[in-house]
Protein backbone atom coordinates (compact mmCIF):
# COMPACT_ATOMS: atom_id res chain seq x y z
CA UNK A 1 0.00 0.00 0.00
CA UNK A 2 3.11 2.15 0.92
CA UNK A 3 3.90 2.33 -2.63
CA UNK A 4 0.86 3.88 -4.08
CA UNK A 5 0.86 6.63 -1.74
CA UNK A 6 0.74 10.01 -2.73
CA UNK A 7 3.26 11.36 -0.30
CA UNK A 8 3.67 14.90 -1.91
CA UNK A 9 -0.44 15.22 -0.62
CA UNK A 10 0.27 14.13 3.18
CA UNK A 11 1.09 18.04 4.06
CA UNK A 12 -2.77 18.75 1.89
CA UNK A 13 -4.05 15.95 4.16
CA UNK A 14 -2.00 18.08 7.36
CA UNK A 15 -3.73 21.34 6.34
CA UNK A 16 -6.91 20.42 5.93
CA UNK A 17 -7.49 18.54 9.15
CA UNK A 18 -5.82 21.54 10.94
CA UNK A 19 -8.09 24.18 9.03
CA UNK A 20 -11.40 21.92 8.95
CA UNK A 21 -12.06 23.35 5.16
CA UNK A 22 -10.80 21.99 1.68
CA UNK A 23 -11.19 25.91 0.96
CA UNK A 24 -9.31 26.54 4.12
CA UNK A 25 -6.17 24.32 3.62
CA UNK A 26 -6.34 25.32 -0.52
CA UNK A 27 -5.92 29.09 0.60
CA UNK A 28 -2.96 28.48 3.11
CA UNK A 29 -1.46 25.80 -0.01
CA UNK A 30 -2.08 28.33 -2.92
CA UNK A 31 -4.50 25.71 -4.55
CA UNK A 32 -8.29 25.68 -5.75
CA UNK A 33 -11.02 23.92 -3.80
CA UNK A 34 -12.05 21.46 -6.29
CA UNK A 35 -7.88 20.62 -6.63
CA UNK A 36 -7.28 19.87 -2.92
CA UNK A 37 -10.64 17.42 -3.11
CA UNK A 38 -9.54 15.91 -6.09
CA UNK A 39 -5.71 15.09 -4.52
CA UNK A 40 -7.46 14.33 -1.08
CA UNK A 41 -10.13 11.92 -3.06
CA UNK A 42 -6.84 10.31 -5.47
CA UNK A 43 -5.27 9.58 -1.77
CA UNK A 44 -8.03 7.76 -0.56
CA UNK A 45 -8.28 5.52 -3.76
CA UNK A 46 -4.93 4.71 -3.17
CA UNK A 47 -4.82 3.16 0.65
CA UNK A 48 -8.76 1.96 0.03
CA UNK A 49 -10.46 3.72 2.62
CA UNK A 50 -12.02 7.49 3.79
CA UNK A 51 -9.92 9.72 5.25
CA UNK A 52 -11.91 12.79 5.38
CA UNK A 53 -15.74 13.01 5.68
CA UNK A 54 -17.39 16.05 3.29
CA UNK A 55 -20.38 18.12 5.27
CA UNK A 56 -21.99 21.41 4.20
CA UNK A 57 -20.15 22.69 7.57
CA UNK A 58 -16.61 21.32 7.15
CA UNK A 59 -14.75 18.48 6.84
CA UNK A 60 -14.67 15.93 9.31
CA UNK A 61 -11.66 13.24 9.95
CA UNK A 62 -12.64 9.60 10.05
CA UNK A 63 -11.08 7.38 12.61
CA UNK A 64 -8.38 6.22 9.27
CA UNK A 65 -7.68 9.51 8.49
CA UNK A 66 -6.95 11.16 12.35
CA UNK A 67 -4.40 7.71 12.79
CA UNK A 68 -2.27 9.05 8.92
CA UNK A 69 -2.59 13.17 10.15
CA UNK A 70 -1.02 11.64 13.54
CA UNK A 71 1.83 10.15 11.96
CA UNK A 72 2.00 12.49 9.26
CA UNK A 73 2.35 15.31 12.02
CA UNK A 74 5.03 12.93 13.31
CA UNK A 75 6.70 12.24 10.50
CA UNK A 76 6.85 16.45 9.47
CA UNK A 77 8.38 17.28 12.94
CA UNK A 78 11.06 14.92 12.75
CA UNK A 79 11.93 15.67 8.98
CA UNK A 80 11.77 19.37 10.27
CA UNK A 81 14.28 18.56 12.48
CA UNK A 82 16.69 16.53 10.46
CA UNK A 83 16.58 20.03 7.80
CA UNK A 84 17.56 22.15 10.92
CA UNK A 85 20.16 19.45 12.26
CA UNK A 86 21.88 19.54 8.70
CA UNK A 87 25.34 20.55 9.27
CA UNK A 88 26.41 24.27 8.26
CA UNK A 89 29.12 25.11 6.10
CA UNK A 90 31.58 27.02 7.46
CA UNK A 91 33.12 28.28 10.83
CA UNK A 92 30.42 30.47 11.35
CA UNK A 93 26.80 29.31 13.59
CA UNK A 94 24.04 28.83 10.84
CA UNK A 95 20.78 26.58 11.22
CA UNK A 96 17.47 27.22 12.29
CA UNK A 97 15.92 27.08 15.81
CA UNK A 98 12.26 26.00 16.84
CA UNK A 99 11.73 27.38 20.25
CA UNK A 100 8.65 27.09 22.16
CA UNK A 101 8.34 28.72 26.11
CA UNK A 102 4.72 30.49 27.97
CA UNK A 103 4.33 33.59 27.22
CA UNK A 104 5.65 34.63 30.98
CA UNK A 105 9.13 34.01 29.44
CA UNK A 106 8.95 36.08 26.25
CA UNK A 107 10.62 39.03 27.05
CA UNK A 108 13.58 36.75 28.93
CA UNK A 109 13.30 34.59 25.53
CA UNK A 110 13.20 37.82 23.63
CA UNK A 111 16.50 39.49 25.33
CA UNK A 112 18.82 36.40 24.99
CA UNK A 113 17.41 36.27 21.39
CA UNK A 114 18.37 39.98 21.09
CA UNK A 115 22.19 39.26 22.16
CA UNK A 116 22.09 35.56 20.22
CA UNK A 117 21.04 37.11 17.01
CA UNK A 118 23.81 39.87 16.95
CA UNK A 119 26.69 37.92 17.54
CA UNK A 120 25.34 34.82 15.52
CA UNK A 121 23.02 36.43 12.73
CA UNK A 122 23.40 33.02 10.20
CA UNK A 123 20.97 31.21 13.21
CA UNK A 124 16.85 31.95 13.09
CA UNK A 125 14.81 31.00 15.68
CA UNK A 126 11.32 30.54 15.60
CA UNK A 127 9.59 31.69 19.15
CA UNK A 128 6.11 30.51 20.16
CA UNK A 129 4.40 31.72 23.12
CA UNK A 130 1.68 28.82 23.70
CA UNK A 131 0.43 27.21 27.13
CA UNK A 132 0.34 23.84 25.80
CA UNK A 133 3.37 21.74 25.92
CA UNK A 134 5.30 20.79 22.89
CA UNK A 135 6.24 17.14 21.23
CA UNK A 136 9.71 17.64 21.98
CA UNK A 137 10.28 13.86 22.20
CA UNK A 138 9.09 13.75 18.27
CA UNK A 139 11.01 17.13 17.61
CA UNK A 140 8.08 19.31 17.25
CA UNK A 141 10.07 21.69 18.85
CA UNK A 142 14.00 22.22 19.66
CA UNK A 143 13.90 24.00 22.97
CA UNK A 144 11.70 24.60 25.35
CA UNK A 145 10.74 26.47 28.97
CA UNK A 146 8.72 24.37 31.41
CA UNK A 147 7.40 24.17 34.91
CA UNK A 148 6.72 21.06 34.88
CA UNK A 149 9.78 17.79 34.93
CA UNK A 150 8.05 14.91 32.66
CA UNK A 151 10.83 12.41 32.85
CA UNK A 152 10.83 11.93 29.37
CA UNK A 153 13.64 9.35 28.46
CA UNK A 154 14.82 11.19 25.07
CA UNK A 155 14.85 14.99 26.96
CA UNK A 156 17.16 16.32 29.34
CA UNK A 157 16.12 18.74 31.89
CA UNK A 158 18.29 21.92 32.52
CA UNK A 159 17.25 23.26 35.82
CA UNK A 160 17.61 27.30 35.69
CA UNK A 161 15.81 27.90 39.08
CA UNK A 162 12.79 29.07 40.89
CA UNK A 163 9.93 31.04 39.33
CA UNK A 164 8.65 32.90 42.81
CA UNK A 165 4.97 34.13 42.70
CA UNK A 166 3.39 37.09 44.40
CA UNK A 167 0.35 39.25 44.47
CA UNK A 168 0.66 42.35 42.66
CA UNK A 169 -1.15 45.44 41.93
CA UNK A 170 -0.82 48.76 40.47
CA UNK A 171 -0.13 52.06 42.08
CA UNK A 172 -3.20 53.35 40.75
CA UNK A 173 -5.37 50.72 42.36
CA UNK A 174 -4.48 50.98 45.52
CA UNK A 175 -4.81 54.55 45.28
CA UNK A 176 -8.43 53.91 44.85
CA UNK A 177 -9.30 50.89 46.91
CA UNK A 178 -6.62 51.03 49.43
CA UNK A 179 -3.84 48.19 50.07
CA UNK A 180 -5.09 44.88 52.00
CA UNK A 181 -2.74 43.63 54.95
CA UNK A 182 -4.20 40.34 55.76
CA UNK A 183 -5.17 37.95 53.24
CA UNK A 184 -8.72 37.98 54.67
CA UNK A 185 -9.40 41.13 52.87
CA UNK A 186 -8.75 39.96 49.58
CA UNK A 187 -12.40 38.86 49.25
CA UNK A 188 -12.88 42.62 49.18
CA UNK A 189 -10.65 43.34 46.47
CA UNK A 190 -11.21 43.04 42.93
CA UNK A 191 -8.95 39.67 42.06
CA UNK A 192 -7.37 38.48 38.24
CA UNK A 193 -7.12 35.10 37.54
CA UNK A 194 -6.92 32.60 35.04
CA UNK A 195 -10.26 31.48 33.19
CA UNK A 196 -11.21 27.88 34.57
CA UNK A 197 -9.67 25.90 31.89
CA UNK A 198 -6.44 27.07 33.22
CA UNK A 199 -7.42 26.27 37.19
CA UNK A 200 -4.61 23.90 37.57
CA UNK A 201 -1.94 26.57 37.00
CA UNK A 202 0.82 26.75 40.31
CA UNK A 203 -0.76 29.96 41.22
CA UNK A 204 -4.17 29.42 40.77
CA UNK A 205 -4.17 26.31 43.12
CA UNK A 206 -2.02 28.75 45.42
CA UNK A 207 -4.82 31.37 45.80
CA UNK A 208 -7.70 28.20 45.96
CA UNK A 209 -5.53 26.74 48.99
CA UNK A 210 -5.61 30.30 50.89
CA UNK A 211 -9.78 30.79 50.12
CA UNK A 212 -9.29 32.51 47.08
CA UNK A 213 -11.73 31.46 44.38
CA UNK A 214 -13.99 34.22 43.37
CA UNK A 215 -12.60 36.99 40.42
CA UNK A 216 -13.66 40.03 39.34
CA UNK A 217 -11.95 39.32 35.95
CA UNK A 218 -10.63 35.78 34.50
CA UNK A 219 -8.16 35.98 31.86
CA UNK A 220 -6.51 33.10 29.48
CA UNK A 221 -2.76 34.52 28.98
CA UNK A 222 -0.38 35.40 31.18
CA UNK A 223 0.07 38.19 28.91
CA UNK A 224 -3.37 39.07 29.55
CA UNK A 225 -2.96 39.20 33.20
CA UNK A 226 -0.63 40.99 33.53
CA UNK A 227 -1.72 43.91 31.55
CA UNK A 228 -4.83 44.06 33.23
CA UNK A 229 -3.06 44.50 36.71
CA UNK A 230 -0.67 47.38 35.36
CA UNK A 231 -4.61 48.70 33.51
CA UNK A 232 -5.56 48.91 37.51
CA UNK A 233 -8.11 46.61 37.09
CA UNK A 234 -7.44 44.11 40.46
CA UNK A 235 -4.94 42.39 41.98
CA UNK A 236 -3.10 39.07 40.64
CA UNK A 237 -0.21 36.60 40.84
CA UNK A 238 2.36 37.16 39.23
CA UNK A 239 6.11 36.35 38.77
CA UNK A 240 8.60 38.86 40.41
CA UNK A 241 10.77 38.60 37.08
CA UNK A 242 7.78 40.53 35.07
CA UNK A 243 6.25 43.17 37.94
CA UNK A 244 8.66 45.69 37.35
CA UNK A 245 6.73 48.97 38.66
CA UNK A 246 3.70 46.70 40.33
CA UNK A 247 3.64 47.44 43.96
CA UNK A 248 4.10 43.58 45.98
CA UNK A 249 0.66 43.04 48.38
CA UNK A 250 1.40 41.26 51.39
CA UNK A 251 5.04 40.24 50.85
CA UNK A 252 4.98 37.52 53.69
CA UNK A 253 2.02 35.21 51.42
CA UNK A 254 4.33 33.37 49.53
CA UNK A 255 3.72 30.16 47.49
CA UNK A 256 6.02 27.01 46.82
CA UNK A 257 8.53 28.04 44.57
CA UNK A 258 8.21 26.54 40.67
CA UNK A 259 10.78 24.92 39.14
CA UNK A 260 11.99 26.23 35.62
CA UNK A 261 14.07 23.99 33.00
CA UNK A 262 15.51 24.48 30.06
CA UNK A 263 14.10 21.43 27.97
CA UNK A 264 15.54 19.96 24.67
CA UNK A 265 15.66 16.62 22.64
CA UNK A 266 19.43 14.98 23.74
CA UNK A 267 19.69 14.68 19.72
CA UNK A 268 19.02 19.01 19.10
CA UNK A 269 21.93 19.58 22.11
CA UNK A 270 24.34 18.43 19.90
CA UNK A 271 23.79 20.66 17.10
CA UNK A 272 26.05 23.68 17.59
CA UNK A 273 23.62 26.50 17.14
CA UNK A 274 20.75 25.08 19.08
CA UNK A 275 23.64 24.24 21.93
CA UNK A 276 24.49 27.73 21.55
CA UNK A 277 21.56 29.10 22.01
CA UNK A 278 20.19 27.19 24.50
CA UNK A 279 23.28 28.01 27.12
CA UNK A 280 22.52 31.93 26.12
CA UNK A 281 18.66 31.35 26.65
CA UNK A 282 20.00 29.83 29.91
CA UNK A 283 22.37 32.47 31.11
CA UNK A 284 19.42 34.92 30.48
CA UNK A 285 16.66 33.13 32.63
CA UNK A 286 18.58 32.07 35.56
CA UNK A 287 19.57 36.03 36.16
CA UNK A 288 16.17 37.26 35.50
CA UNK A 289 15.27 34.50 38.53
CA UNK A 290 17.83 35.39 40.59
CA UNK A 291 17.45 38.51 40.65
CA UNK A 292 13.67 38.36 41.31
CA UNK A 293 14.36 35.90 43.89
CA UNK A 294 11.82 36.82 47.28
CA UNK A 295 14.20 37.54 50.31
CA UNK A 296 12.67 34.18 52.77
CA UNK A 297 12.72 33.54 56.43
CA UNK A 298 9.65 36.51 57.15
CA UNK A 299 6.62 35.84 59.30
CA UNK A 300 3.67 34.39 57.53
CA UNK A 301 1.08 36.55 56.71
CA UNK A 302 -1.78 37.05 59.09
CA UNK A 303 -5.43 35.85 58.00
Do not use: C
Not at 67 to 83: D, F, I, N, T
Not at 117 to 133: D, I, K, Q, W
Not at 227 to 241: D, N, T
Request: glycine letters at 10%.
Amino acid sequence: MSENLPWADLPLLLAVARSGSFLAAGRAAGLSTSTVSRRITQMERALGTVLVERGAEGTRLTEAGARLVEAAGKLEHQLGAALRDLPSQGASLSGKIRLTLGDGFVAAGATALAEFSAAHPGVTVEMHAENRLGDLAHREYDLAIRTVHGGEAPLVYRKLGNFDFGLYAAPSYLKRHGTPTQIGELAGHRMIGFSPAMSGADQMLWLAQAGITRFALSVNTFTAMLESVRAGLGIAPLPGMAAAGLSRILPNFQPKPVSVYLTAHIDALKQPHIRAFADALTAIIKDELRKAAPQRGAKPARR
